[in-house]
């Protein structure tokens, strides 16, 4: 009976749903921004978005936000500064049926409400950059975006709060134009998102693991 229980519970964690596979960002405390130097690119922001993934143990659910603004500033070919500026109630589920719209909309209208983004009262969430540098991958230090090319830090600010977050990321120059790609996993936690979060509660849980991916698209 034990070896079945054991199997049993063996097979229950395997069909759980994880976050996505993924680099993990570094997180710490929030770094000094300093003002870049060179020529602005302005965020295309009908070209670029800010995907998530989010998982329980049951599945998971894919949305994105769009953004505001934003813009980055590029000397030669170095990105020396920058920000991005999210619209929080822009928030959509993209994986429910359009058909089933209760669903989908009681999913979003709750992590749009306060237990989650709050974005009555932070309708924006912010990402200055505050160091890009090249990537080159080597013995120890291999990340799982294929072709990542440079590393970005920077400040993410959501619901007030500021940590610094450090990922790999895709980044050319062609033409006159900047596009950027980046996929990467953070702990929703850090930044005040605790509901459900605790592991005891079992088939109410929510992974504190979230999957963010930038796609930017800028130009002059």
Known sequence: MKYILSI???????????APKADKATITEAHPVKEGKGSPYLVDT????????GTKPTGKHTGRFTLQEGKLLV???AITGGNIIIRMNSLENIDLSKSDTSLKRKLEDELKGPLFFDVVNFPVATFEITNVSDFTPS???EVLMKNANYTVQ?????????KNISFPAIIRFENGTITAM??????????GMTYRADKSMQDKLINSAVNLEFRITAAK
Do not use: H, P, Y
């Open 75 to 77: 000397k030669d070919t």
């Open 154 to 162: 920077g400040n993410l600010t959501i619901k007030n709060i500021t």
């Open 182 to 191: 980046a996929n990467f996993n953070i702990d929703r936690t850090l930044w």
């Open 46 to 53: 009908a070209n670029s978005e800010l995907r998530w993934i």
């Open 8 to 18: 049993m519970l063996i097979t229950l964690l395997a069909a759980c749903e994880q």
């Open 139 to 141: 013995v120890g230090n």
